[in-house]
């Protein structure tokens, strides 16, 4: 055995994309199927069309481009996702008087508080307060919260 021959090249796209698209079941998300069903295409088309190295690469990302935006868009259209809207649990933080731990900036993350034993980024819009000042929160931005200074 003198290694692999160029007669094996679509073999080796087909086998690894048919891996590749069985993971999905194991470690589901939906990219690596589409990534999988791109190298199996190339693979197919090499066993009928003699592709120079940079040309399978090209069809590959080609096919893999297109199978992740029509497709994803195919099934999400079939499979929508669930949303859930729980007001008890997005709002529950609201009005929790906390403590500064890192001074709280004025319009801008670098702040920090301690909620429920962890600390989390914080920030004012109306002044900068700081460490050792207990606060109120007022909303929530991703995972951060936006706080105002509790006036003794």
Not at 2 to 20: E, F, M, R, T
Not at 87 to 92: A, F, H, P, S, T
Request: aromatic share 14%; with cysteine.
């Amino acid at each position: 055995m003198d290694g692999l021959s160029p007669q094996d090249y679509p073999w080796i796209w087909i086998g690894i994309g048919i891996i590749a698209m069985v993971l999905e079941f194991i470690v589901p998300g939906m990219f690596i199927f589409f990534v999988g069903f791109s190298m199996t295409v190339t693979g197919l088309l090499m066993l009928w069309l003699p592709l120079s190295t940079l040309f399978q690469f090209l069809i590959f990302s080609i096919v893999c481009i297109f199978s992740i935006i029509f497709g994803s868009a195919f099934i999400k259209k079939f499979f929508p996702s669930e949303v859930s809207e729980d007001r008890m649990i997005k709002d529950d933080f609201v009005n929790q008087i906390v403590a500064v731990t890192e001074d709280i900036l004025l319009n801008q993350k670098g702040g920090r508080i301690h909620f429920r034993g962890t600390e989390w980024d914080a920030y004012s819009t109306t002044e900068r307060i700081p460490s050792g000042e207990k606060v109120r929160i007022l909303s929530r931005d991703n995972l951060t919260f936006i706080v105002e200074r509790i006036h003794r």
